[in-house]
Structures are given as structure tokens and as C-alpha cells.
């Protein structure tokens, strides 16, 4: 399955990919019928796994981990991957959903507020001619019963989904993708976190000035101060002081444990 090498950032596998070889590989399980899944990390993603194992284990089992941050592909060239490039998630769905109206792939949404994902695929069938959106859902703040999470994967399947974007922020959607992997028939799950209020229009993207310096964190903190704080306070220090110690490193496949 893992096919691309993989960049060991803190016991992570990113990996060593472009937005196009990204793309070619997704559409590749849709043609031939692999079930897997994709990771969309940055530095918080990272961070969450060294903290979490069983985290760190579903993205190094991912059929990608994209580098959504540049953070990651500055560690990639760092380890000798030169080639490799940003794969920013909001990006990366839209690359995706346009190649799916061209070839006839259909989508299903899951994730977010209230409302968020009827909104998200209205905007996105308007935005990308020829879309197909079979299904969306949003599914409540607390965990899933048994029950509810059988009806939803009976939902999703019934519904003939080729894609099942998950929008539910890290670690929530790789956790979420790595349980319904087994029992959903979609070939491919992918977590894209905030691209769904993005490309809802609920919140703005920065400046991609600001994407190529690697402070698109610095953005999305004068936006959001009181849910965010925390998180990069907490993270990015500390992923500088354990980078220093541990310098990324180039594999043909995932870390081992």
C-alpha cells in the first residue's frame, strides 16, 4: 500500500510527496479499489503523536500522511527529500473534488457543525461543475454509541461514496477514520480538518505569503486567540527542542515503532 518514501519527523512518517503525486496516488485507490486513508499533519498532528501511541500508529498505517504544514517540508528537505512540497489540505480536497466531477467520483461529508456539511457541499457544487455530493452528516460533540456509529456507516455505504471527507479537527478524524476503515466500503477516507469552514466560507484562509513562511499558525491565532493559544504555545517550542535533538530522517517506508 505505502508506496511514496516517508520522512521520520518525531517518529511520524510524512510523507515525501508534491500536491500532484498526492493526487495521482488518491486517484489511483479509487481506480483499483484500495480501501485506505489519508492524514493531513503539521506540527500539531506530530506533536498529538508523540504524546498519544495509538496516534502515532494510524498515521504511520495511513496510505499517506501529507506535509500540510511547511514545517514538515522544511524537515523533509532536511532529510535529503528535496523534491517534496506542501500538500495543504484545503487544497488538496479541491484538487481531489475536481478531479472527481471530471472522472464521475462521488463525495460524501462528514464532520463539523450543525448544518456545516448541507452548506459545504452547496458551496462546492456551485464552485466545481459536475460535483457529486451523495451524502453529508454532522455528527454530535460527544462520542458515538455503538448505535450511532453502525447507522452511520450504514448511511455512508448506502450512499455509494467514493470519498469520505472528514472534518473533524486532529486527533478526532484520524481516530474516526482508523475505527470505520474496516466496515466502510469508500476507497478512500480523508481527514482535512479546517478546509470544511474554510471552503464553507465560515473562516478565511491566510494569505498565502503568510502559508510559504510557515505562519499561517500566527493567522489563525490573531483569528481564534481563546480556542488556540494553548495548542501552539504547548507545540511549537516544544516540536523545535525535539527536532534539535532528533533530526528528521529519510525512509523508503514508515518509522518502526
Known amino acids: ?9 518525531l517518529g511520524v512518517g510524512i510523507s515525501a510527496v508534491t500536491p500532484d503525486t498526492a493526487l495521482d496516488e488518491i ?24 504524546r498519544d501511541p495509538a496516534l502515532r500508529r494510524i498515521h504511520n498505517a495511513s496510505g499517506l500522511t501529507v506535509p500540510d504544514g511547511m514545517p514538515m517540508v522544511w524537515a523533509g528537505h532536511r532529510a535529503g527529500a528535496a523534491w ?5 489540505g484545503p487544497d488538496l480536497m479541491l484538487a481531489v473534488l475536481e478531479r472527481a466531477a471530471e472522472r464521475g467520483w462521488s463525495s460524501f461529508l462528514y464532520g463539523g457543525a450543525e448544518g456545516l456539511p448541507e452548506l459545504l457541499g452547496e458551496r462546492l457544487v456551485g464552485r466545481i461543475p459536475g460535483l457529486k455530493i451523495v451524502g453529508a452528516h454532522s455528527p454530535p460533540y460527544r462520542p458515538l454509541t455503538a448505535q450511532e456509529s453502525a447507522a452511520v456507516v450504514t448511511t455512508i455505504n448506502a450512499s455509494g461514496a467514493d470519498l469520505v471527507w472528514v472534518g473533524l479537527s486532529t486527533p478526532k478524524q484520524e481516530l474516526w477514520m482508523a475505527e470505520h476503515r474496516p466496515r466502510l466500503e469508500a476507497p478512500v477516507l480523508l481527514g482535512v480538518g479546517a478546509a470544511f469552514d474554510f471552503h464553507a466560507g465560515l473562516k478565511p484562509q491566510a494569505p498565502a505569503w503568510l502559508q510559504q513562511r510557515g505562519l499561517e499558525w500566527a493567522y489563525r491565532l ?20 525535539h527536532l534539535a535533538v532528533r533530526p528528521p530522517r529519510l525512509h523508503k517506508s514508515v518509522p518502526q515503532e
Open 1 to 9: 500500500m505505502i508506496r511514496h518514501p516517508r520522512v521520520d519527523v
Open 84 to 88: 517534496m512540497r506542501r500538500v495543504y
Open 27 to 50: 486517484a489511483r485507490w479509487i481506480e483499483t479499489g484500495d480501501r485506505t486513508y489519508v492524514c493531513v499533519t503539521g506540527v500539531h498532528g506530530v506533536m498529538e503523536s508523540r
Open 222 to 241: 490573531a483569528k481564534e486567540p481563546r480556542r488556540l493559544w494553548r495548542r501552539y504555545l504547548r507545540n511549537n517550542p516544544s516540536y523545535l527542542a
